[in-house]
């Protein structure tokens, strides 16, 4: 025997001798089969998988509870915890829960137990609770030695009924108790109060929804069972969180409701105000679902800390029991608007929220769709309904039974008195009077133990009336079962009493916005503000706040920008906006384009940023020309003009792509260059100014639009000693600003210049000579304009326009700016209106 052992052992890979305890369960007749371990790990992995899956980490379609939140209710509702009773100790629950029907840590249940009480986290709480169980600051509960709880009146729903077999029980773990397969929910929690959880290889994320409008959803489906899910979504548009907020995303709304599957943001709801002193105040007073509002505050702090949000003053949290209350306080010169924008991207005051519709049916994990999960809760209260109601029959017919019996007995009762008093015993009389009468075991015992009260005529009636009463409910009851359209109206009927009851308004609101539009791109974090733009003859760009220079009178000298200690100077100064599209065209005639918020900001004396590092230009490429546009001026023409007097018309649309490395803008002539572009509409007049003081007005529609390599007509014929500095339109009300090097300048009306054909010389605008020098720079200004001036040398003033008086075409005009001998005008920009007058 031991020498086949041995032999068998070896076959299994091992010796005899090395384990005695496998040689001697051998003896014993045992019979060891070799696996795999592969094969063993996957059976086993499998096994504790669906375990987790089926029995601890999803809920259940039907209830929408998970193992460890039926338990509770159920063994709460076993020892009569209800809401019409005084609380309990929750440690007397956790203790009744372990004992009976959940071995597991007590921390489980607990937590699950404390869940369930939270406003914020549930939106219809299924346990009165009394005592401190955290709050949506983060705070945790109290031990469960303190505090106390009892069942809500709403849980109670969920219960309703369950002592009427209206589910199936399985044994506890100890097959000492029966428990619940699943309650019989008279509300549809999984829709209503959500779920969340990790099992394994899959998760669960299902959003709670209103109690009215999903019992509404429920009873229209049951009504319909066609309809459509787009129509079910006009009944219950979206989740409906406890805590608020707004919901956006109504694309990954229709995915979750459609497939299971989708993503949403919610976003707090916030206000700006205005407190006592004129600031603004942003206040918060919902914030998103399963956010922590006190880690939410700390991200802000740490937010201003660090200066990546600027111009935050004070954060208050005022919240109470009323609400949330958050004032968040803006400094005086900065823009609620953006801040808020900066807040909703790098905090959590909006989030991301993914819905996975998993829920466990039939024992299997599903995904369901919005439909899917009202239908599965729809059979389920039928099933539960026509088993209450198979229940109330069978204990119906029981009783009409017995009172048939006791009828029998009472209209014979002298009789049956005879054949008692007749007998020996009590089994004997039992014995004859079902022989005399014809009644079942039970109606002789129900005879038997009948009162002598009930010999009354009084009591006799009540019998007959009572049998009457039954039979009529055992009728109904029987009538139920055969019309399955009788059970859905019970059901209908049974949900519309929930709804009435604790049903209350939506919490959270829902945007039709987009996620894409709710994701904040840098434009969102930036204001929107007036900037200076200076570039250098060294190509160095860079970005000035406008109230960097103040308002000087016409005449002063204005103050140092670009710093002197460097031989750089200021090539072109432009006024935009920071969220304005820049288009830097070059002396090659290539265009490249930007953000002017992408611009580095510096310091007025500092030169800012290599050129060639932001966009790219090639070797000895040079910008000449800066526009400025908006998204919305898309629709126009650009109008270039070169410094030989050629100009092109040429659609902006043409400029929608842009590439990084540039691309081809004018086709420009040797020896020639781009010097001014603006934008043009149809209608539109337009003015070529030479460095000689030569004006040529033009009527736009004499000009067709040409391709984006075209180098364009001729303009304005120009002596060999002459060049253009600029070009302008012209604007009904506006004046033209001419400023010469020697900063002298004038106003002058456009009415002084009539409308001339393209390829003219033009009629003088401004006498030029040794004492203003040539002309630098023009523009049209309004009378509450401003202008910024810049020198070669760096000096910059800035004055208003209706400072600078108006003149003739002939005059040399009044010294705007008191510059040095050495220094000469070399560009200037128009503030339009102003708004810091």
């Known amino acids: 025997m031991s020498e086949e052992l041995e032999n068998e052992t070896k076959t299994l890979g091992f010796s005899l001798s090395s384990r005695p305890d496998i040689g001697e369960a051998l003896k014993n007749g045992v019979r060891v089969i070799p696996v795999e371990i592969e094969d063993q790990m996957k059976e086993a992995y499998l096994g504790y998988a669906m375990s987790v899956i089926v029995g601890r980490a999803l809920p ?169 899910i787009s129509e079910i979504l006009k009944i219950m548009p979206g989740p409906d969180f406890p805590t608020g907020g707004t919901i956006i995303g109504g694309e990954g709304l229709l995915s979750a409701y459609h497939s299971g599957k989708g993503s949403i943001r919610i976003r707090s709801k916030v206000e700006i105000e205005e407190n006592k002193k004129g600031r603004e105040v942003i206040v918060v007073t919902e914030i998103p679902y399963q956010v922590n509002k006190k880690t939410l505050l700390e991200r802000i702090g740490e937010l201003v800390n660090e200066k990546q949000v600027e111009g935050i003053s004070e954060i208050l949290d005022l919240s109470d029991r009323k609400g949330i209350r958050v004032e968040i306080h803006i400094k005086k010169d900065a823009n609620a608007q953006v801040i808020l924008n900066q807040l909703l991207k790098l905090t959590q005051l909006q989030v991301s929220y993914g819905i996975t519709m998993l829920a466990i049916l039939d024992n299997k994990p599903k995904i369901f769709n919005i439909k899917e999960i009202l239908v599965a809760y729809s059979i389920h209260r039928k099933e539960v309904i026509v088993r209450r109601t ?82 009529a409910l055992i009728m109904d009851l029987k009538d139920i079962l055969a019309k399955p359209e009788r059970v859905s109206d019970i059901v209908c009927t049974e949900l519309s009493e929930v709804s009435e009851k604790f049903g209350n308004k939506r919490k959270t609101d829902i945007s039709l916005e987009s996620v894409e539009s709710s994701t904040f791109n840098a434009e969102d974090l930036i204001a929107d503000e007036e900037v200076v733009l200076q570039i250098t003859y060294d190509q160095f760009v860079k970005r000035l706040p406008l109230d ?9 000298k204005g103050i140092q920008g670009l710093s002197q200690k460097r031989e750089d100077v200021v090539k072109i100064m432009k006024t935009a906006m920071t969220h304005d599209n820049v288009m830097f065209f070059s002396n090659t005639g290539k265009v490249y384009m930007m953000k002017a918020y992408e611009l580095p900001q510096a310091s ?111 303009g304005m014929r120009l002596s060999s000693e002459d060049a253009i500095v600029g070009l302008s339109k012209v604007v009904e009300g506006d004046n033209l600003f001419v400023i010469s090097e020697n900063g002298y300048g ?76 050495n220094d000469r005008v070399q560009d200037c920009t128009v503030i339009r209106e102003s708004k810091e007058k």
């Not at 063994?75 to 956790?94: F, H, T």
């Not at 198979?390 to 009789?415: T, V």
């Not at 960097?548 to 002063?556: I, L, M, S, V």
């Not at 000096?795 to 700016?817: D, H, L, P, Y």
């Open 60 to 228: 259940d379609v039907r209830d929408g509870l998970k193992p460890v939140h039926r338990r509770i209710l159920h063994a709460m509702n076993e020892r009569a915890w209800r809401s019409d009773r005084p609380y309990v100790k929750c440690a007397k629950i956790v203790g009744e829960v372990l004992g009976n029907y959940h071995p597991h840590g007590d921390s489980s249940v607990y937590d699950a137990l404390v869940r369930m009480v939270q406003e914020f986290s549930l939106r219809v709480p299924l346990i009165d609770g009394q005592g401190n169980y955290g709050s949506i600051d983060g705070d945790n509960p109290a031990a469960y030695r303190y505090t106390e709880a009892r069942l809500a009146k709403v849980a109670e729903e969920l219960l309703r009924d369950i002592e009427k077999e209206t589910v199936n029980f399985s044994p506890n773990f100890d097959d000492t108790k029966q428990q619940p397969d699943v309650l019989p929910a008279n509300f549809p929690n999984l829709l209503v109060n959500g779920s969340s959880g990790i099992a394994v290889g899959m998760a669960t994320n299902i959003p709670p929804h209103n109690l009215r409008e999903t019992i509404e959803a429920v009873i229209t489906v049951i009504k319909n069972p066609d309809i459509s």
């Open 390 to 471: 198979q229940f109330d029959l069978d204990k119906a017919e029981k009783r009409a039974h017995i009172l048939e019996g006791l009828k029998i007995a009472l209209e014979n009762i002298e009789e049956v008195i005879k054949v008692i008093r007749a007998s020996k015993n009590a089994a004997e009389a039992k014995e004859q009077l079902m022989a005399r009468f014809v009644l079942s075991d039970v109606q002789a015992d129900a005879i038997l133990e009948m009162r002598l009260q009930r010999l009354t005529s009084l009591e006799v009636q009540k019998v007959i009336d009572e049998l009457e009463e039954v039979r």
């Open 746 to 821: 004038k106003r002058l009306g456009f009415e002084e210049f009539g409308t001339k054909g393209r390829g003219g010389k033009g009629m003088t605008f401004l006498k030029t000579g040794e004492k203003n020098g040539a002309a630098v720079a023009v523009s049209s200004v309004g009378e509450e304009d401003e202008i910024i001036l810049v020198t070669q040398q760096g000096m910059v003033i800035r004055t208003e326009a209706n400072q600078i008086s108006k003149m003739g075409r002939t005059a040399v005009g009044v010294r705007v700016v008191d510059i040095k001998d």
């Open 548 to 556: 960097t220079f103040k308002r000087q009178r016409r005449g002063g």
């Open 604 to 714: 007025k004396e500092a030169r800012g940023k290599s050129l060639k590092a932001i966009i790219g230009l090639g070797e000895n490429e040079t910008v000449s020309a800066i526009f400025t546009f908006k998204e919305e001026d898309k629709g126009k023409d650009l109008l270039l003009v070169t410094k030989n007097g050629f100009i092109k018309r040429v659609e902006l649309s043409e400029f929608g792509n842009v590439k990084k490395s540039g691309i081809i803008a004018i086709g420009l002539r040797d020896g020639d260059q781009l010097i001014e572009v603006i934008s043009v509409i149809k209608g539109d007049n337009v003015m070529i100014f030479s460095a000689n003081g030569l004006a040529l007005r033009i009527e736009m529609d004499t000009i067709r639009a040409q391709g984006r390599t075209a180098q364009g007509v001729t």
